[in-house]
């Protein structure tokens, strides 16, 4: 247990679905990120959120949409994905938002798309 | 762009035998983070290293961070079937923490 859970662990959906990722952090932290896991690619940074406040959008299509309501929650919205949209999709936080903190993972979603 | 590459991508090795990752940046880091992921899991932190020619040592695992603080290495020494994951490196460039690729290690049966 790392204080970071997100939710579903798996999710199926077709091109046209639209669907909702959930992330919530139980470690006080004020900064939370999205990150996209592909096989055999490094982890990029999808979006990046301090005090609730986007900091970062690492040039993600519109199709994901991220919402954070609080420091503690986090969503990432999707509608109308790729099949090259398939991955682990994890979720993370920190106490801060600095490149030298910690990061807290969540077990992430396994997304497929079909 | 500004990279991290981190090789060798895998490394199979006996139950017992030692295991070395490297790691090395296109620029100078102010720190670098190592990451351990589970088959199936989820990366959790190692440790940081911040000075330049940093050791750090955590039971069979030494952490060893470049004069240059342009590369660094994870060395695991005896490994167990424990020890089996894929290791990240991390370090800082341009406001964003950029991952490597990751070691895979691998136990022979």
């Known amino acids: 247990e790392t204080g970071v859970t997100q939710t579903p662990r798996h999710l199926v959906m077709g091109m046209t679905n639209k669907k909702s990722l959930k992330c919530e952090q139980h470690?006080?932290?004020?900064?939370m990120y999205w990150y996209k896991q592909s096989a055999k690619k490094p982890l990029e940074l999808m979006f990046v959120?301090?005090?609730?406040?986007?900091?970062e959008n690492n040039s993600v299509p519109s199709r994901f949409s991220p919402e954070c309501p609080n420091s503690s929650h986090l969503f990432l919205h999707l509608h109308t994905l790729q099949p090259e949209d398939s991955a682990l999709y994890l979720c993370?936080?920190?106490?801060?938002?600095?490149?030298?903190?910690?990061?807290?993972f969540g077990s992430g979603t396994q997304l497929s798309v079909l | 762009g500004q990279q991290v590459m981190q090789i060798p991508q895998y490394q199979h090795v006996q139950e017992g035998e030692d295991f070395t990752t490297y790691c090395n940046s296109s620029?100078?880091?102010?720190?670098i983070q190592w990451y351990k992921q589970r088959p199936g899991g989820h990366p959790v932190f190692l440790i940081q290293?911040?000075?330049s020619g940093e050791v750090k040592k955590q039971k069979r695992l030494t952490f060893q961070f470049g004069e240059a603080k342009k590369n660094s290495s994870l060395h695991i020494t005896a490994t167990q079937t424990t020890d089996v994951g894929t290791y990240f490196c991390?370090?800082?460039?341009?406001?964003?923490?950029?991952w490597g690729a990751g070691t895979k290690l691998i136990i022979k049966p």
């Open positions: 620029t100078t880091l102010s720190n």
């Open positions: 991390a370090g800082p460039l341009a406001y964003q923490l950029i």
């Open positions: 993370a936080s920190s106490q801060d938002e600095g490149n030298d903190e910690k990061l807290f």
């Open positions: 290293l911040v000075k």
């Open positions: 470690l006080g932290h004020n900064a």
């Open positions: 959120y301090n005090f609730k406040e986007q900091t």
